[in-house]
């Protein structure tokens, strides 16, 4: 018996036992889901074709996870302007393990069990490969940080202390080049003189006019 259903804006055919990937769905892991949009029904050659719903039919499922989807790329260009965009997208899926069909006066199940084995799992299995299941590792424990010692609290005397040497010092900079530029060039010492150097010799006396008359 299988049965065709509609959810997430899409049909799916489905029959008891098959493994669903749909569009995301409410719920945790292990939850029971019901399908109340059959689109028709069918066992053999007997079909029961709703319009457009089938009454009374409903499929049940047990929802196994819900995680995302391939990545899928959207790339846009446009030539000879340099440009280019890619984008990604996961969609978010739910997977479902379809357990019974019931509709026009039938009803269907699945005799196996349940497993919350993930999709991921299973494709592995079916490929002939080992699963190994994402874990996140554990990031080692720092060290314990020392207690910082606490901080001395300034009084407001010292404070206003420190600001004023602060300002002063600041002051004295800008006016260290203005002070230094104003005082005069100091004058540059005389040579020291020789050991044998004498002082000059004193001039003469200017001769004596002759008198005017002569001697006696």
Known sequence: ???????????????????????????????????????????????????????????????????KGEKVKIFKKIRRQG?????????????????AIAGAGKEAKWDGEVKLTTKAELDARARGLEFVAPTVEAAPAAAPKKAAAPKKTKTAEEVLASEETAVAAAAAEVNAPVEEAKKPAAKKAAAPKAEGETKAAPKKAAAKKKDEGAAE
């Open 1 to 67: 018996m299988y049965a065709v259903i509609r959810t997430g804006g899409k049909q799916y055919r489905v029959q008891p036992g098959d493994l669903l990937v749909v569009e995301k769905l409410d719920g945790e892991p292990g939850a029971n889901v019901a399908f109340a949009d059959v689109l028709m029904l069918g066992e053999g050659e007997a079909v029961t074709v709703g319009a457009p719903l089938v009454e009374g039919a409903k499929v049940s499922a047990t929802l196994i996870e819900t995680r």
């Open 83 to 99: 440009y280019r965009r890619t984008r990604g997208h996961r969609q978010l899926q739910s997977v479902l393990r379809v357990t």
